[in-house]
């Protein structure tokens, strides 16, 4: 704001105040301002780019792609746009498409860790887990404070059933941002394969202090209260799971199983 006061016509101090928008999540005035910036300088890639951001925010990813593509028109040499367009195309499930664009981002700049970790997230979707292992090794290289790569390497590590390596991963993803409920939350998925029920019971009560609307914690931590014998409190884990997800069909299922087999085995898919 200050430096716009100092210059009505800086566009890319417009720019910058709807990224900052953009992450307090204000979309509207995100876009007011951007539209703001593109009227004073129509030819910002930096602008088209970040508006794009803002239309895929707000769920509409035709009109983000729309964005991306003018950025590219006016610098195709700008690598951050080609991963956006990735992003959009991982959405949408289409995996082998976004790492090509992912792939693009890499031969402008080979540094990039986030286009690493956005390639390993499509590599591991399509079950190509080593790889996306080696991608978030790469990202990590790069970048060895980020936590969301440490989580969703040790997702893929746990999708190898390598659970030990895969908590070790969540650990440090927790120690850099004690904040976030889903390390805890994949952290205590593989506590439980690990027959660590009473320590998976303890990282539940800590996810849903987090997230207390986040329903399937309900359930897995039902399962891990079922495996100790915990019968009663397992059954008010999967009620709580129905009250917060109604199509959470797992947790009816896991009630009934609670309570008429004795819970013998562990619920994991």
Same mark, same amino acid.
């Given at each position: 704001? *200050?430096?716009?006061?100092?210059d009505?016509q800086? *566009?890319?101090?417009?720019?910058?105040?709807? $990224?900052?928008?953009?992450?307090?999540? =204000?979309?509207? +005035? *995100?876009?007011?301002? %951007?539209?703001?910036?593109?009227?004073?300088?129509p030819?910002?890639?930096?602008?088209?780019?970040?508006?794009?951001?803002?239309?895929?925010r707000?769920?509409? #990813?035709?009109?983000?792609?729309?964005?991306?593509?003018?950025?590219?028109?006016?610098d195709?040499?700008?690598?951050?746009?080609?991963?956006?367009?990735? %992003? $959009? %195309?991982?959405?949408?499930?289409?995996?082998? =498409?976004?790492?090509?664009?992912?792939?693009?981002?890499?031969?402008?700049?080979?540094?990039?860790?986030?286009a690493?970790? +956005?390639?390993?997230?499509?590599?591991?979707?399509?079950g190509?887990?080593?790889e996306?292992?080696?991608?978030?090794?790469?990202?990590?290289?790069?970048?060895?404070?980020?936590?969301?790569?440490?989580n969703?390497?040790?997702?893929?590590? +746990?999708? &190898?059933k390598?659970?030990? =390596?895969?908590? =070790?991963?969540?650990?440090?993803?927790?120690?850099?941002? #004690?904040?976030? #409920?889903? #390390?805890?939350?994949?952290?205590?998925?593989?506590?439980?394969?690990?027959?660590?029920?009473?320590?998976? +019971?303890?990282?539940?009560?800590?996810?849903t202090?987090?997230?207390?609307?986040?329903?399937?914690?309900?359930?897995?931590?039902? $399962?891990?209260?079922?495996?100790?014998?915990?019968?009663?409190?397992?059954?008010?884990?999967?009620?709580?799971?129905?009250?917060?997800? &109604?199509?959470?069909s797992?947790?009816?299922?896991?009630?009934?199983?609670?309570?008429?087999?004795?819970?013998?085995? $562990?619920?994991?898919?």
């Amino acid at each position: 704001e *200050a430096a716009i006061q100092l210059d009505p016509q800086d *566009a890319e101090a417009y720019v910058n105040k709807g $990224i900052a928008l953009l992450e307090l999540k =204000q979309h509207d +005035s *995100a876009m007011e301002i %951007l539209d703001q910036a593109l009227e004073i300088d129509p030819n910002s890639s930096y602008g088209h780019n970040n508006k794009g951001r803002v239309w895929e925010r707000l769920k509409n #990813p035709a009109e983000a792609m729309r964005c991306y593509d003018k950025a590219l028109e006016l610098d195709k040499h700008f690598a951050v746009v080609y991963r956006n367009k990735g %992003l $959009i %195309l991982e959405a949408d499930r289409e995996y082998k =498409q976004a790492i090509l664009w992912h792939d693009k981002a890499l031969s402008l700049y080979p540094g990039y860790a986030e286009a690493y970790w +956005s390639r390993g997230d499509a590599l591991g979707a399509q079950g190509k887990l080593e790889e996306a292992v080696e991608n978030y090794n790469m990202a990590l290289e790069l970048n060895p404070s980020d936590e969301c790569v440490y989580n969703n390497r040790g997702t893929a590590l +746990s999708d &190898q059933k390598k659970y030990v =390596q895969a908590i =070790q991963d969540y650990n440090r993803a927790i120690e850099l941002d #004690p904040g976030d #409920p889903y #390390p805890y939350y994949n952290k205590a998925g593989d506590l439980i394969r690990l027959g660590r029920d009473k320590e998976a +019971s303890d990282l539940y009560q800590k996810v849903t202090s987090l997230e207390p609307n986040f329903g399937s914690t309900y359930t897995y931590h039902g $399962i891990a209260l079922g495996n100790q014998k915990r019968y009663k409190e397992s059954v008010r884990c999967y009620r709580y799971a129905i009250e917060h997800e &109604q199509n959470h069909s797992r947790g009816a299922h896991n009630k009934g199983q609670s309570v008429c087999l004795g819970f013998d085995g $562990i619920f994991i898919c």
